[in-house]
């Protein structure tokens, strides 16, 4: 895994590096999809792929795979934080006590 932090943080500095050679251009331009450099385009694509090898040992086909694949791993994290939210509503509303008048 050290590993695949330290390649992710190369391919970062990478991006980083590419649009430093591009000192007059504002993040708007750099990232016009029209107009974007194509070494931009690559480092991107490079950061994109250590990304991916952070979560597994290939890479995704393409960018729908790489998304229900984030989205699964989304819904595995926080489904026990919903169902232990509701179970702590279900709690207070047990022992709630109700005061008449």
Excluded at 17 to 29: I, K, P, Y
Excluded at 44 to 69: G, M, S
Aim: hydrophobic share 40%.
């Amino acid at each position: 895994m050290d590993k695949n932090i330290a390649k992710f943080e190369a391919k970062a500095q990478k991006v980083l590096d590419v649009r430093a050679e591009f000192e007059g251009s504002s993040l708007a331009d750099l990232y016009d999809p029209l107009t974007m450099p194509p070494r931009l385009v690559k480092a991107h694509q490079e950061l994109d792929k250590a990304v991916d090898l952070c979560y597994r040992p290939q890479a995704f086909i393409n960018e729908a795979t790489r998304i229900e694949y984030l989205f699964h791993l989304y819904n595995q994290y926080t489904m026990p934080l919903l169902k232990d939210s509701k179970k702590t509503k279900k709690e207070k509303v047990n022992n709630s006590v109700i005061i008449e008048n």
